[in-house]
């Protein structure tokens, strides 16, 4: 994220109070000049923005794309309670105040990891986000799996009524 050490475009490390309850959230506006398009990128749970600081690099809008990340309250720099939100609004909000400092009223694209493809699809629905299209990477939209899905579903019900239902997957 340091200017010195990239060649441009490189990540600036800035910070808005939350419209939702004026915490503080970090996010990075990676800088080029003359933009073509506007990308968010919305990682997942208990991710922070460094992660994918490369990831515009592995892209086909590389070199011609205003790029923004964040971290979501009470992960990475962001105040807030760890893994704790009241609501997903509370996300949806921050993430269109970053959103609305950076791009203004440009069209932008959404793309996720994990959690932040639900976000993405909640503030949509919700009509708290307005991207032009959405690149979603979760396995919350499908699970491959090595039994039919049916059966999937049936023992996911069986289990939720034990004390098995209870356990944290790890994730």
Request: proline share 7%; hydrophobic share 40%; with cysteine.
């Amino acid at each position: 994220m340091n200017p010195d050490s990239k060649t441009t475009p490189y990540w600036s490390i800035k910070h808005l109070k939350s419209p939702v309850d004026g915490i503080k959230i970090r996010y990075a506006i990676r800088i080029v000049d003359n933009p073509i398009q506007c990308i968010l990128l919305l990682n997942g749970r208990s991710e922070w923005i460094e992660k994918y600081e490369d990831l515009p690099d592995s892209t086909q809008f590389s070199e011609n794309a205003l790029w923004i990340t964040m971290d979501h309250r009470g992960q990475g720099g962001s105040e807030g309670p760890r893994a704790h939100v009241r609501s997903y609004d509370h996300f949806a909000v921050d993430v269109a105040a970053v959103v609305k400092e950076c791009f203004g009223d440009q069209p932008f694209l959404i793309i996720t990891h994990s959690m932040g493809g639900l976000i993405a699809v909640y503030g949509t629905v919700k009509h708290i986000l307005h991207p032009k299209a959405l690149i979603l990477c979760s396995p919350l939209f499908g699970l491959l799996t090595p039994m039919p899905l049916v059966v999937a579903w049936l023992l996911a019900k069986v289990l939720a009524t034990t004390p098995l239902g209870n356990l944290a997957t790890g994730s």
